[in-house]
Nanobody
């Protein structure tokens, strides 16, 4: 069974930086797109950024120029470097990955448990 485990959330002041990490572990054959979503309080979950196995990236407009997604395919890890953080970035951030496990013939969409990012003004 494959698990996604996030780390790196916390409290930071307006204009500060944080780096989130997400490691996929278990019986992994392949991982396609990995991404980060967030759910602000009392709002819908939204895609923040995604990255394909080939390195193609996609960002929501509100974080372009401030956040950078990257991945280490050998370590099954995806990162989200968040700079120039704003109070409106406050949310629970979730890691997401399309994974192919041993003995399973289709890709499954997996989610991490979430990590809270709080940006104070």
């Amino acid at each position: 069974q494959v698990r996604l485990v996030e780390s790196g959330g916390g409290l930071v002041r307006d204009g500060g930086s944080l780096r989130l990490s997400c490691v996929a572990s278990g019986s992994i054959r392949d991982i396609k797109t990995m991404g980060w979503y967030r759910r602000p309080l009392e709002k819908q979950r939204e895609l923040v950024a995604s990255i394909t196995s080939g390195g193609r990236t996609n960002y929501v407009d509100s974080v372009k120029g401030r956040f950078t997604i990257s991945r280490d395919n050998a370590e099954n890890t995806v990162y989200l470097q968040m700079d120039s953080l704003k109070p409106e970035d406050t949310a629970v951030y979730y890691c997401n990955a399309e994974t192919l496990e041993l003995n399973i013939d289709r890709y499954l969409e997996l989610w991490g448990q979430g990590t809270l990012v709080t940006v104070s003004s």
